[in-house]
């Protein structure tokens, strides 16, 4: 692979490979920290904390209702739909004790979403806030689960902050629309169920499933990445060997903005932080970055993650220039490219650096990040330790330095493949192990890769995928469209948004009228935010449309007012 290139530019104390046999899963990872760190904060949300005591004793707890449950057995999927609370841990790591597969919900899907994923993955029993209940009782009929675990924003708290976080988010916000879910019982009784039960051991390694990762593909149909106990520790290993010279066991705290349930706040800020016994605290509402800004002055936190959006949010939010960096060790970007502009100011108004990562939910999902103690330089990175990073040509010949291909990826972080789908896992993961990514990249001469594109038609928003034939298929969903074609847009605040292009069935139809269309069979960050009305949609002679030359156009529009 260009002879390991990367390896020369690695920080100091990194080692090129990681011990894999170290942790047969990640259940003995989370077991090992409760032991060593038990009086320590796991996690804390809304100012209750839990210790790794009390985690430990809860995961147990739930996982022992989990196993007490008829026709439950292990590698049972358990699905869990609810934003950063800190019923997420306790329900992930209980079900991973008990040996279930994790599967990780947007609490923001759409009925229709929410329906595929819970059939795709068989789930058998779902843990949902009541927040989005009602969007499971529409589609529940038609989907595999069985038991019903249903929790309030105020449950893991004290009593009278219970009574007051649930009376606010139900009656003041009214953030609660009406449900009927008969047959579910709500998490703290789910804790008691279990407490007075043993939590058996099941035999766990690296060859059993841990988590269905759902993802988008080409086609739009979401995918479960199949995630073994293998390949997260596999990328524990990887993170905190690169962060070893910085980090100290026991004593870190790290700002969890992003949604636990997507890979990146679940690897980087979820696991990591718990393999080192540190202190994940969960911010539920990150939107509100007034409140966010109030808690990052009250806490002297160490690590922060986030993306682009979150940053420049936060940049722009008054009183942030007030916050003390002063304990910061660790400020990580992934998920979408950090703009320049925005690690300038960042490190302006911060003092801190925002290191960049790379990574994917088909690798766990880190394959690149850059030594923590360098200048932002517009790179992903270096490969992290045991992993092989190759740029290849369309026939999968190796290119050689400084010239652009396609990014594909080899480590024991690469999942097995897509659930029940081997001819899109035969498309993306070569029989020798090599993980086709889609992106686009060079890598200079002392092994830094960097992105300059993506093969593939996916547009990234805030980090989320979000794939132009789900828009399509939605946008001709309307009456008064005959064709439509989606491509990303750069945009200052996420990255890229999705811009549709339409040719008009009725000519009376509005840009608002679409953008009203979608908004009702599609999450927030998928809907359009531009819409261009053509008289035709450029195609290829046997008909198919070409939205590379939509993104050109896109392109010499936006290069004009600089010429």
Known sequence: ???????????????????????????????????????????????????????????????????????????????????????????????????????????????????HQLRDSGAKAIVVYEGVASTLEKVLKNTPVEYLVVTTLGEMHGFFKRLLLNFVVRHIK???????????????????????????????????????????????????????????????????????QDIEEGREIAITALPMYHIFCLTANVLVFMKVGGHCLMITDPRNLPGFVKTLKAVPFTALTGVNTLFNGLLNTPGFDQVDFSH?????????????????????????????????????????INPLHEEYNGSIGLPVPSTLVSIRDDDFNELPVGKEGELCVKGPQVMRGYWNRPRETAEILTQDGWLKTGDIAYMDQNGYFYITDRKKDMILVSGFNVYPKEIEAVATLHPGVFEAAAVGVPDGKTGEAVKLFVVKKDPAVTAEALIEHCRKHMTAYKIPRHVEFMTELPKSPVGKVLRRELRDMEKKRLAQPAA
């Open 1 to 115: 692979m260009t002879d390991n290139a990367w390896i020369q530019s690695y920080p100091p104390g990194v080692p090129e490979q990681v011990d894999l046999a170290q942790f047969g899963s990640i259940r003995d990872i989370f077991e090992q920290s409760c032991t060593k760190f038990p009086e320590n904060t796991a996690f804390s949300n809304l100012g209750t904390a839990l210790t790794y005591a009390q985690l430990e004793a809860q995961t147990r707890e739930f996982g022992a209702y989990l196993q007490s449950l008829p026709g439950m057995k292990k590698g049972d999927r358990i699905a869990l739909m609810m934003p950063n609370m800190l019923q997420y841990p306790v329900a992930m790591l209980g079900a991973i004790r008990a040996g279930f597969v994790v599967v990780n919900v947007n609490p923001l899907y759409t009925p229709t979403e929410l329906e």
């Open 174 to 244: 009214k953030l609660v629309p009406k449900f009927n879910l008969s047959g579910s019982i709500n998490f703290r009784k789910a804790l008691t169920l279990g407490r007075g039960k043993e939590l058996k051991t099941v035999n766990l390694s690296h060859d059993d499933l841990a988590f269905l990762q759902y993802t988008g593909g080409t086609t739009g149909v979401s995918k479960g990445a199949m995630l073994t106990h293998g390949n997260i520790v596999a990328n524990l290993q990887q993170a905190s060997s690169w962060l070893n």
């Open 328 to 368: 910061v060790k660790l400020v990580l970007g992934g998920g979408a490219a950090i703009e320049p502009s925005v690690a300038e100011r960042w490190k302006k108004t911060t003092g801190t650096r925002l290191s960049e990562a790379y990574g994917l939910t088909e690798a766990s999902p880190a394959v690149c």
